[in-house]
């Protein structure tokens, strides 16, 4: 048997990834309840990778129950387990650069998010946001509500204090975004320490049952003569 200190290792680790899978899984859940700004930021489609993602985790992590739970000469569901945590690594790689290089451009990126929505949207974004148009006065700004009540106010007063939407919805989704690939990357560290934690299991297990048949051989005396 690997010894208790490498196994309360790969437990606690194998924990994390469960808590890995659960935390995705339920944030891309609870995610789909209607939220103005968030809404804009992370779309069905965002969420429905999000939750496939948090299904692969569980499903991952269900298998490693069942590959170290078999006996020590038994190690193939081990190897396979450590062949679908680099399928993990992929695709965690794959959605956190996604979201990442999102953010690269995010001024252009939203001002078309904004320009797609409907008139009522962004009257209500501006009124909660406080501004009028998206990168000036005359870009996608929209009469109405309590903020941008007319149009004297958006040509004159919002002109006078730069209240643009560019800034407060880029700011929103950049704090949104940044947390999203920096909680994704952060499931690569589990991902890799499992995978190096499976590794070590398995070489345990595999010079252990070698000196066991060497034992066996030499008829059953224990150690190297």
């Known amino acids: 048997m690997p010894s208790k200190k490498l196994m309360g290792c790969w437990a606690f680790v194998d924990v994390c990834l469960l808590a890995a899978g659960i935390f995705t899984l ?6 789909r309840a209607p939220n103005l700004l968030r809404d804009m930021v992370v779309s069905p489609s965002d969420l429905t990778t999000g939750l ?10 269900a298998l490693s129950i069942g590959a170290i739970i078999q006996p020590n000469h038994v190690t193939k569901g081990l190897m396979f387990l450590n062949w679908m945590l680099i399928l993990d690594t992929i695709g965690v790689v794959v959605i956190g650069s996604f979201v990442w290089f999102y953010t690269l451009q995010e001024r252009i990126e939203f001002h078309g998010v904004f320009a797609a929505l409907d008139q009522t949207t962004q009257i209500a974004v501006q009124d909660t946001l406080k501004c009028c148009g998206y990168f000036n006065s005359t870009d996608l700004a929209v009469v109405g509500g309590q903020f941008c009540a007319n149009e004297t106010f958006i040509q004159q007063t919002n002109n006078a204090t730069g209240n643009f939407c560019v800034g407060p919805i880029t700011e929103h989704a950049d704090y949104t975004l940044n ?15 499992l995978f190096l934690a499976t590794l070590c299991v398995i070489n345990t297990r595999v010079e252990e049952e070698r000196i066991k048949r060497i034992d066996e051989k030499r008829g059953g005396r224990n150690g190297f003569v």
């Open 26 to 31: 339920v944030i891309s859940i609870v995610w």
């Open 52 to 61: 496939v993602l948090g299904i692969v985790l569980l499903v991952t992590w």
């Open 179 to 193: 947390n999203i690939f920096t909680s994704i990357y952060g499931f690569m560290a589990i991902i890799i320490l």
